[in-house]
């Protein structure tokens, strides 16, 4: 199953093809946690058509609620459904065609029907009478674009999906220009030479709604090839990603759950790996409460890491002369491990 997905994602990436659309009810269900760490703040969508992204309809609609000092969303001129296939509105200071790349900004949301609630209602209203409010872009969208780097300077907080092919540059960005985010992104990632030292060293964590499977809008004409990966609803086409994590540097309590441990160590029960020393733990429930030393351990258990429990020690891949080792037990090979030592 994980490598029919890898194989998805190169396709996407060789193709041009790297739209894939969060569903509203996800979003929800992750951002729900972090409503006061929004309070003032200044949210980028760098990688969001507002036509398209729910990321967009999310924060428009809660602006009030969330008390935003200001959303900013740019599109990107090569996305397949750019204001193609929900043109909710015509938005004044934008060509009618829709397609091309443009910055929507918002600085406030009134009440424009006085039914005591903000809505899409209220903010298509914005949008049709406000002229400020949408303008073309210069460029073409693209995050990595001189115009894109400008607004993302601006923000201080960054909230969207990005292209999973260019994860790894992606986050190079946030952490060059310093910026807090929340971001989602395959669960894979977590083993990226360049981000697992993030992971390490404590500097980007998972949110809450980790694992499990999630489902992305994407364009009719995206092939997949695996029956049980595709569903079509209401002439809407969705791809099903796997495990899917948030991956974040906001504040996330749930890290901070002490777990207790009431499992207790034996040398028949935990074997030591045959090719480094440390013993293997295959379930977070299993961690032994009095062993000092080295386990490894899947790397779901990211999910249920508590930093003040526990230090990340490595990755088994980064652990050989070469840069990349399996961990075997009898000669038996392993899913990929994370290192990690109790703190005393």
Not at 14 to 31: N, S
Not at 155 to 173: C, G, H, K, M, W
Request: hydrophobic share 35%; glycine share 6%.
């Amino acid at each position: 199953m994980a490598k029919s997905l890898n194989r998805n994602l190169h396709r996407a990436k060789g193709a041009g093809k790297d739209e894939f659309y969060t569903q509203l009810v996800d979003i929800e269900k992750e951002l729900k946690h972090y409503k006061e760490q929004f309070r003032d703040k200044v949210v980028y969508c760098n990688c969001d058509d507002p036509f398209e992204s729910n990321f967009f309809k999310y924060f428009a609609s809660n602006f009030n609620a969330l008390k935003l000092k200001r959303l900013i969303t740019t599109s990107y001129v090569k996305s397949p459904i750019v204001g193609g296939q929900l043109p909710l509105f015509e938005v004044e200071g934008l060509k009618p065609s829709g397609k091309e790349p443009f910055k929507i900004e918002i600085t406030e949301v009134p009440d424009a029907d006085k039914d005591g609630a903000i809505n899409l209602d209220d903010v298509e209203h914005l949008l049709k009478h406000n002229k400020n409010t949408a303008t073309p872009l210069k460029g073409n969208g693209d995050f990595r674009s001189d115009e894109c780097i400008e607004l993302l300077k601006q923000a201080d907080i960054v909230v969207t999906n990005p292209p999973f092919s260019l994860f790894r540059e992606y986050v190079a960005q946030l952490i060059e220009y310093k910026k807090k985010f929340l971001i989602l992104g395959q669960q894979g990632a977590i083993i990226y030479k360049e981000f697992f030292p993030l992971i390490k060293d404590n500097e980007v964590w998972l949110g809450y709604d980790n694992g499990g499977t999630k489902w992305f809008q994407v364009p009719m004409d995206y092939d997949i090839p695996t029956e049980s990966r595709k569903k079509i609803v209401n002439g809407v086409k969705y791809f099903s990603m796997g495990s899917v994590n948030w991956y974040t540097n906001l504040y996330v309590s749930k890290r901070h759950t002490e777990f207790t441990l009431y499992k207790k160590y034996s040398t028949k029960e935990y074997s030591k790996y045959d090719n480094y020393n440390a013993i293997n733990v295959n379930r977070f429930i299993d961690i032994p409460r009095d062993y000092n030393g080295v386990m490894g351990v899947p790397i779901t258990f990211l999910d249920k890491h508590n930093p003040d429990q526990f230090e990340i020690i490595g990755l088994d891949r980064y652990t050989g002369k070469n840069g990349d080792k399996d961990f075997t037990i009898n000669g038996k090979l392993l899913f990929r491990r994370l290192l990690i030592r109790k703190k005393k």
